[in-house]
């Protein structure tokens, strides 16, 4: 994989996938983020003199520490659109529980007609994912799992499966702790 701006994120598809990372150490010592454009979408708007086209795109940002933002953005330039929806992204970042670099346990994440499995795997396995919940595990910082995209494959449905997955992640010191409370 390329680190330069706006590279080719190699596989198949329509060259929608790109990768676009920060510099490895910011000015004021910032942990780096990672940026990947999952999708870019043209849209038309029919008019009196043809037609308009606007830009959307969905971005996913991370910390490959745990941290984890997904954005969405529209704009008349495709710059503009992958720059609000960065931006987004960083003002709505979560922090995801794992287990070194794996998850914990098997997840189910659901949202609209997306559904993403998620499963721990051993040391070596990989990241077993693509397109959207790729972007997502990768910016998270998880190295060893294995995934299945089931329902829909609408890219905003897919990414925000997988997020609602890895936020319903629990280690076995808080399962223990409401299970004692109880």
């Not at 390329?2 to 590279?7: A, E, H, P, V």
């Not at 490959?64 to 960065?86: F, H, L, Q």
């Not at 997502?136 to 997020?163: D, F, P, Y």
Request: proline share 3%; glycine share 14%.
């Amino acid at each position: 994989m390329s680190t330069g701006n706006f590279s080719n994120n190699g596989g198949g598809g329509g060259g929608n996938r790109r990768d676009r990372r920060a510099p490895a150490t910011s000015a004021d010592g910032a942990p780096e983020m990672v940026e990947k454009i999952v999708f870019i979408n043209r849209c038309a708007k029919v008019v009196k003199g043809g037609r308009r086209f606007s830009f959307s795109a969905l971005c996913v940002v991370g910390d490959r520490k745990g941290k984890v933002g997904i954005g969405y953005g529209k704009a008349n330039e495709v710059p503009d659109a992958i720059k609000k929806s960065t931006e987004h992204a960083k003002k709505h970042m979560v922090t995801v529980t794992l287990k070194g670099d794996t998850i914990s346990h098997d997840v189910m994440g659901v949202a609209d007609g997306g559904k993403v499995l998620l499963k721990p795997a051993s040391p070596g396995t990989g990241l077993i994912a693509g397109g959207g919940v790729r972007a997502v595990l990768e910016a998270a910082g998880i190295k060893n799992i294995l995934t299945k995209s089931m329902g829909s494959s609408n890219h905003i449905a897919i990414v925000n499966a997988t997020l609602n997955g890895l936020l319903q992640l629990r280690t076995a010191e808080k399962i223990k702790a409401v299970r004692a409370s109880a």
